[in-house]
């Protein structure tokens, strides 16, 4: 079944550029501030949030002027010590926080890359960053589909064009395994299984049926099992509080946990034991270094998280050799080498 689909995904796949230059030129125009005083390619450039900084290093990571937030040693061995070594500027990001301002008058960059969603507040943004009159570039990082559109525009105003295209084909293919998958599954009535997202050290909070959150469930072919319809706002802020008996109702068949001392005790938990998913040891700890697989913050390492995440939900019709997997994807998109035993701790083997 996996050869049959991935001659028809082979046939069908059309590795290009979504947009043509002068596209990209309308895109750098119409989300850009003051752009047109760039005097040629930036060399220093902050990223204001952490997708829009782990996005940006995987393009350039040379030009990486600043972090957001430290990094810990479970971190550092997958990152280039230019990058670690950064200095901690913070950010445009949680719950109110906001850059240092002193640090980023001293570290003088030629470009802030910027969230699309503060394009609404440009003027309180600007406000923020008082003296620092740098060009601004708005870039969109939550959907995989942002990503892939956000690295053309990296690629045309760092002049990282060919870089570029390596990391979009890899894109552009693993999301097309995920469309052929899921056309298999509705033309041959496959059953999806049922996946709860469990956030907290007690695992009682969630993301709703529909957030980008969760987003790699529905693409991996299987199906969130908490809705949350009549509330517009559970989707946009996420973390949901829920009951254990609620879950219980639920009986998922696979359980995805973010916190590390949750997964810790989960199998031990007399509560969780009876659940189908802890029953046939199917809860599992997402990966997450350097940056998470899967959410929190939202990154590019979700093309993996999405092959990792198909290996579990449909072996029997996509069975990746992730072994391989991880290897490639953390050498094409990190540049670093990584060894059989680095991956098993990744993904928990």
Not at 12 to 35: G, R, Y
Not at 113 to 130: A, H, Y
Request: charged content about 30%; glycine content about 4%.
């Amino acid at each position: 079944m996996l050869k049959h689909i991935l001659c028809l995904l082979f046939v069908s796949l059309n590795i290009s550029f979504a947009m043509t230059n002068e596209q990209i030129d309308e895109f750098i125009s119409k989300n850009s501030v003051d752009i047109q005083t760039l005097n040629g390619v930036p060399n220093k450039v902050y990223a204001s949030n952490p997708p829009l900084l782990f996005l940006l290093y995987a393009v350039a990571p040379e030009k990486v002027s600043g972090i957001n937030s430290s990094f810990g040693k479970r971190e550092k061995p997958y990152l280039k010590e230019s990058m670690i070594n950064q200095p901690v500027v913070g950010g445009f990001f949680g719950q109110g926080k906001i850059p240092n301002i002193e640090m980023l008058l001293k570290l003088d960059p030629d470009l802030i890359l910027v969230n699309s969603d503060s394009k609404n507040t440009q003027k309180k943004f600007k406000e923020t960053l008082g003296e620092i009159k740098k060009p601004m570039l708005y870039l969109k990082g939550y959907e995989l589909e942002d990503y892939i559109d956000s690295l053309e525009v990296l690629g045309k105003i760092l002049d990282k064009q060919d870089r570029v295209k390596k990391l979009i084909e890899y894109s552009k293919k693993t999301m097309d395994i995920s469309k052929e998958l899921n056309e298999y599954i509705v033309k041959n009535s496959v059953v999806k299984p049922k996946i709860y997202y469990a956030e907290d050290p007690d695992g009682l909070a969630t993301e709703c049926e529909g957030s980008w959150h969760t987003r790699l469930i529905e693409l991996s072919g299987a199906e969130n099992v908490h809705k949350c319809s009549g509330n517009p706002d559970a989707t946009a802020y996420g973390h949901i509080k829920i009951s254990f008996e609620q879950i219980a109702e639920y009986d998922p068949d696979i359980i995805l946990i973010f916190e590390k001392s949750f997964y810790d005790k989960i199998y031990d938990d007399p509560k969780w034991q009876i659940l189908k998913a802890v029953k046939n040891k199917r809860a599992y700890y997402l990966p997450r270094e350097p940056f998470s697989w899967f959410d929190r913050p939202p990154s590019f390492m979700r093309f993996i998280g999405l092959k990792w995440l198909i290996n579990l939900t449909h072996p029997d019709v996509f069975k990746f050799n992730m072994n391989k997997e991880v290897k490639d994807f953390y050498k094409l998109f990190l540049e670093v080498d990584v060894s059989d035993n680095q991956v098993k701790e990744l993904i928990g083997e």
